[in-house]
């Protein structure tokens, strides 16, 4: 009923097997990746005809996550997977983007790729085994794609590389000094396609190395994919990329000189404005059989790469007559919204991010429902990219995959500089609003991220700066780096590679290719030029800050203490009592967490102190000797009770109330008095032993003859 195929091979410390022919057998390529004990299924399905006039490659990647994989229900009220979640969907693009390069060129056919986490053994993450499922699904399906691709994780600890480190290694890499690199690369037998990294002011030959390593390391696994095909593939499709060289000829003759002068134009909304008017005045001189071709889109956009590329390559000049390594012109201010508790403007040529950073307190930290368990977050990036930062109108909704992506990009940039969360115990939440794009607004939500937060009084380890930069490479071996890409060079060159970090090293690497011929000689020449851009972008951003500001008057403020763990129990109370007592009487929010560090936090220093003291009465011991406020809560024949310290009571004998006989304490005292107490001791039992005679009742202190009675003794 099977025919079943299956490849294993060991792959750093665990087994990597490959099985396909026994589920979804009606899919054009299915292939279940397990390493270790975390499986995932992925499943591909293309059309096997093109929608008729599409001129883009409709390619989709799914990636999903079961909670059953873990062992997990999942949480909410309808206790099913909703919408893809922020690791789902960043998963998907970490799969799409070495992949989608490597379609044949002119392959417009509908492709789904699927990928299902079936289990999870909370030791290896299931992204880097779907980004293999995927290419080796691909592989055998019989679809145009020239691959494979493998892909693995790399981890940085002692100055050695690790591959495929563990979930927990690293989760929170900010709170574990020991890892300072999260790099995930993907790449085919011959280049590099793919990489995405959280690091901690690594060097440039460092990161380069740790490429170097990654692409070593998933050889072996490309072999066990061509293994897999060479028992398992399908047919390879009948597709034959079409020919449209005549189509071309005739539109770089009607319109390669009038395309010439509109990329001469500086400024992005006239040069869009005057592309738009060539490629009407190429159109009006075609005749209605080459106005019906398919292929007249791709023609007229080959003719605009045709030109950028080659006034690059040949003459050294980009559109904006910049120099290949010089940055554009950059402004940066902070403080400029009045009720934020920080705020930046930076702007880097037609490129502008507003951002504004909100200090919270404990309440406002995410909480993340993972596959692996929950975990809290204390930094927030949000980045928000509306039509009008291109000139154009659109649907505005929720956040789409590439906004999720950018945030994402620029939150790993930004969150190796953080203080730590017990120096300041603050949830920082940080929101960048592209107000205008032309070209890496990522790196600007990092440029003004950073500034932002400082302007908000966030003691950042150091500024962060960011840097896209780009590439064009011709068939000649030719090619050319270009610091700070437009978006015509990004939409029409051969290389996305963003640097991110201070001055001492990177904090954050993304890489997206669309050749396979990038050497590490091209790497390391980007590299080089991406950190002359970072300086002289980090020294921009230092006229408008160097260290961080001021706290706003309207961002709270948090104190913290620690208690003895066996003391919680106390503050917390039976049901919450005391707790909601303390934050209802200070006005002051009140997080206790299980190691006894509490937090206190108000807008006011006043309630902040009233609650801290509210604690420090609960948890606290009376010292002997020491005199203390209380109020007389009952009395007896014998003496007064008095509430001393916090919820501790105490006696005073009839006989410690005043330096005279008395015939009964209610001669002197009644219940609800303020007296000032002195604590004498504590008896065998216990019970603590309190006397007011030697205290003065008016101002709190210790009498001078009694004082004098205690030396003699």
């Known amino acids: 009923m099977f025919n079943v195929t299956t490849k294993s091979m060991q792959w750093g410390e665990e087994t990597l097997t490959l099985e396909t022919g026994k589920v979804a057998r009606q899919a054009d390529g299915t292939v279940i990746a397990t390493l270790g004990e975390t499986s995932v299924m992925a499943n591909v399905t293309f059309a096997k005809e093109p929608k008729p006039g599409q001129d883009f490659f409709p390619l989709t990647v799914h990636y999903q996550e079961k909670y059953y994989a873990a062992g997990k229900v999942p949480g909410g009220f309808f206790k099913r997977e909703a919408r893809p979640t922020e690791k ?35 030791v290896n993450d299931p992204d880097v085994v779907a980004m293999i499922a995927a290419s080796a699904a691909l592989t055998i399906s019989g679809v145009p794609f020239m691959g494979p691709i493998a892909g693995c994780r790399v981890g940085y600890t002692d100055g050695e590389y690790v591959l495929n480190p563990t979930v927990d290694d690293m989760q ?16 085919t ?7 995405e990294s959280e690091a901690y002011e690594l060097t440039e030959e460092e990161m380069l190395g740790a490429v170097t390593f ?35 000829e005739v539109v770089k003759g009607l319109g390669e000189a009038k395309m010439k002068d509109a990329y001469a134009i500086s400024d992005k909304q006239e040069r869009v404005a005057a592309v738009a008017a060539v490629k009407e005045a190429i159109k009006a001189e075609l005749s209605e059989e080459q106005l019906e071709d398919a292929n007249l889109g791709s023609a007229i956009k080959k003719l605009e790469s045709v030109v950028l590329r080659s006034d690059v390559v040949k003459n050294k000049r980009r559109i904006d007559g910049r120099a290949l390594d010089q ?15 920080g705020s930046s403007l930076f702007t880097r040529g037609e490129t502008q991010a507003l951002v504004v950073t909100t200090l919270g307190t404990g309440d406002d930290e995410q909480i993340i429902d993972a596959l692996h368990g929950n975990f809290r977050s204390n930094f927030l990036l949000h980045y928000n990219f509306p039509p009008y930062s291109v000139g154009e109108v659109g649907r505005v909704g929720s956040p789409g995959r590439r906004e999720i992506g950018h945030g994402k990009l620029a939150w790993r940039a930004l969150q190796a500089v953080l203080p730590a969360p017990t120096d300041f115990p603050y949830t920082i939440r940080v929101v960048s609003e592209i107000t205008e794009s032309n070209g890496s607004s990522s790196m600007a939500s990092v440029c003004g991220g950073s500034l932002s937060m400082m302007d908000a009084g966030v003691p950042l380890k150091a ?26 060079e990004d939409h029409l060159g051969d290389m996305d590679f963003k640097v991110a970090g201070t001055e001492n090293g990177i904090t954050s690497l993304q890489m997206d290719i669309k050749v396979a011929g990038i050497t590490p000689e091209i790497m390391k020449q980007a590299l080089a030029q991406a950190k002359d851009g970072r300086m002289h972008i980090l020294g921009e951003m230092a006229k408008a800050l160097t260290e961080a500001g001021d706290f706003s008057v309207h961002a709270p403020r948090i104190e913290t203490m620690q208690i003895p763990t066996d003391k919680i129990r106390e503050v917390i109370g039976s049901g919450g009592k005391v707790i909601r007592e303390i934050v209802e009487v200070s006005g002051a929010k009140v997080d206790i967490n299980d190691d006894g560090v509490i937090k206190i936090a108000s807008a006011n220093g006043e309630a902040i102190q009233k609650a801290y003291d509210m604690i420090y009465s609960i948890v606290a011991e009376p010292e002997e000797g020491a005199i203390y406020k209380g109020k007389v809560v009952k009395i007896v024949d014998f003496g007064a009770f008095v509430n001393f310290f916090g919820k501790r009571d105490g006696l005073v004998h009839v006989s410690q109330i005043e330096n005279r006989r008395l015939n009964h304490p209610s001669d002197v005292l009644k219940e609800g008095q303020e007296v000032f107490v002195k604590l004498l001791g504590f008896d065998d039992r216990g019970k603590v032993r309190l006397a007011m005679k030697m205290v003065d009742q008016e101002t709190g202190e210790e009498l001078a003859a009694d004082k004098k009675e205690e030396t003699a003794e």
Do not use: W
């Not at 037998?189 to 990489?195: R, T, Y």
């Not at 940055?327 to 508790?341: N, Q, W």
């Not at 962060?464 to 890409?485: K, N, P, Q, R, S």
């Open 172 to 187: 929170g890499l900010r709170n574990n000094p020991e890892q300072r690199l999260d790099l995930v690369v993907a790449g």
């Open 327 to 341: 940055v554009r012109s950059i402004v940066s201010e902070t403080s400029v919204l009045p009720r934020t508790h």
């Open 189 to 195: 037998k011959d280049a590099v396609m793919m990489v």
């Open 214 to 248: 990654a692409h070593e390391q998933i050889q072996p696994v490309i072999d066990l994919i061509i293994d897999l095909a060479e028992s398992a593939a399908k047919e390879p499709f009948d597709f034959q990329a079409p020919d449209y060289s005549e189509l071309f």
């Open 88 to 122: 789902e969907t960043l998963t998907a693009r970490l799969i799409d983007r070495p992949i989608r390069p490597l379609f044949v060129p002119g392959f417009k056919h509908e492709v789904l790729v699927m990928c299902t986490v079936l289990s999870h053994d909370l």
């Open 463 to 488: 500024p962060v700066a960011g840097v896209a930069m780009g590439l064009v490479l011709e068939d000649d071996g030719e090619y050319a780096v270009l610091t700070d890409i437009l978006g015509d």
